[in-house]
């Protein structure tokens, strides 16, 4: 099967073209053409959305689990078009594409079953006190209610999971809000196919069309226009931490300011306990370079970081060594990140103090790991090691003591994951890093790799600055629906006024 994307934009139900164009920039493949979204798009999508809530906010729980099932089932039935799409666009093999596609479909039809439960509404309801001295008691109900239009955009390293039907699109959908994705320009057809999936399910279930819309690429502009726009009341980002600020400062300078939920990335340390590593530190290592690898290290959640003991240090750096021997050049996801890591890799390599361990030639869009080793009194003297590199680049940092250790924990910003390494020996140094690691990170694991967010219940996928802007949420799990609730109270309102969901 082989598509061809017609380049279009979705706004409310209609493809639309631009007046302008831009060229994709497949891994492989051909390269096609795309309308490029406008301010004038922007308005009138949000505009729509604006429309469309009025019905879609209002919409049943089992109404919009209806439509979540729906979309699911649309993009499974594209799965052939979609995969071969995202593959020539991103580079990605088809095994993960495929992977990828089913978390999509999986989290819509996890939030379908959560929402039709109605625990993430957190009922509460006080009755009346008439009788109450000195004064009486009115009865007050609370509950979660949608904020209204919500604006995300694309991720470039998930085409699925992270973008038009991804997690932020699921979970406003759940909520009752209207979205509007502003697609990324790193995957616009898998973009398309995915919209028409949505557009497929809006009119199967007989939702307001304003309810989805979709806007490709276009300049700055266009991704300010839509955080700026005032019908606009919340935004999902996934991406960069230059870009997300960008976005996140303009939200805060709107006359009505809205949350801006952007998850901006993490170096995810893991700290390698000297009992684990005596015992096993080469299998430590050998997973180490497995996650540090997968996917070209193009996940917010690759571990850039491992912090040992001084003593321990060339035996890590060894088997890690060995471990990624065998890892050849991998696509990245576009010429512009691929150029950006090997930036990175020569930021960390003319770091003082820093010492080369694996350096390979990185051709054009292709990636090859890199290791590099530091002493952990520089690391504290260099806040720039700290920053992280999007892709397969592992720093080991050496600790002289377990107070050293601890510095180097404290001295971290926040992060969207923190591992220990850890046997029964290690306990009292691990209950020393565990308070520590708990304020930096918004997921702490130990024994394991952070690659790999399960979509579940207690998952929380953020953390404190800068990892994400808002420690308090998450963008993975069933939680991050709450980002787009906002809590009412009903005061003695006749029951006939109150929201549905108070009767079910």
């Not at 001084?310 to 750096?317: E, K, Y």
């Not at 010429?335 to 890591?341: F, K, N, P, S, T």
């Not at 926040?414 to 306990?427: C, K, M, R, V």
């Not at 953390?463 to 939680?479: E, K």
Request: hydrophobic share 45%.
């Amino acid at each position: 099967m082989t598509f061809t994307p017609h380049g279009k934009h979705l706004i409310a139900g209609t493809w639309l073209g631009g007046e302008g164009t831009f060229r994709s920039e497949p891994a492989h493949g051909p390269a096609h053409d795309f309308a490029a979204g406008t301010v004038e798009l922007v308005d009138q999508a949000a505009r729509a959305a604006e429309d469309a809530f009025w019905s879609f906010g209002w919409s049943s729980r089992a109404e919009r689990a209806a439509l979540l099932r729906a979309i699911a089932d649309e993009i499974d039935a594209r799965a052939a078009a979609i995969t071969q799409i995202g593959c020539e666009e991103t580079g990605l093999p088809e095994a993960r594409l495929n992977g990828e596609r089913g978390r999509t479909t999986g989290q819509l039809r996890l939030f379908a079953d959560h929402i039709e439960t109605g625990a993430y509404l957190d009922r509460r309801i006080d009755p009346a006190l008439p009788d109450r001295q000195p004064l009486p008691r009115p009865e007050i109900r609370m509950i979660q209610r949608p904020i209204g239009p919500v604006a995300v955009f694309g991720a470039s390293n998930f085409p699925l999971a992270f973008s038009t039907a991804g997690g932020d699109t699921a979970a406003a959908l759940a909520a009752g809000c209207p979205v509007v994705v502003k697609g990324h320009s790193a995957h616009p057809g898998t973009g398309e196919i995915v919209a028409e999936a949505i557009l497929a399910a809006l009119q199967k279930c007989n939702v307001h069309p304003g309810a989805f819309s979709l806007i490709q690429g276009g300049n700055r502009r266009v991704g300010e226009a839509l955080v700026s726009h005032p019908m606009i009341k919340a935004v999902g980002f996934t991406g960069s931490l230059a870009g997300g600020r960008a976005l996140f400062n303009l939200c805060a300078a709107r006359p009505e300011p809205i949350p801006f939920f952007g998850e901006l990335g993490s170096v995810n340390p893991m700290f390698l306990l000297p009992a684990a590593m005596s015992t096993r530190g080469a299998q430590i290592a050998q997973g180490w370079a497995a996650s540090l690898t997968m996917g070209a290290g193009q996940f917010c959640t690759n571990p850039g970081i491992a912090v040992v003991m001084a003593d321990q240090a060339q035996a890590l750096a060894e088997a890690t060594i060995a471990a990624l021997a065998s890892v050849g050049a991998q696509v990245m996801l576009t010429e512009g990140i691929a150029q950006a890591y090997v930036q990175g890799r020569d930021r960390i390599a003319g770091a003082p103090g820093v010492q080369s361990l694996l350096t390979q030639v990185c051709d054009r869009r292709q990636a090859t790991p890199q290791l590099f080793m530091v002493r952990g009194a520089d690391w504290l003297a260099d806040h720039d090691l700290a920053e992280e590199v999007f892709g397969p680049l592992g720093l080991i940092v050496t600790a002289a003591d377990t107070q050293e250790m601890l510095a180097i924990a404290q001295s971290l910003q926040g992060q969207l994951t923190a591992t220990l390494h850890l046997d029964a020996e290690d306990t009292a140094l691990g209950r020393r890093l565990m308070p520590v690691l708990e304020r930096k990170a918004g997921r702490v694991l130990a024994n394991g790799y952070p690659t790999g967010v399960e979509v579940c219940d207690a998952m929380v996928h953020g953390g404190p600055y800068p990892a994400s802007t808002n420690f308090g949420a998450t963008s993975v799990g069933t939680l991050s629906i709450r980002r787009f609730l906002r809590p009412v109270s009903y005061q003695n309102i006749p029951a006939a006024l109150l929201p549905a969901d108070f009767q079910m």
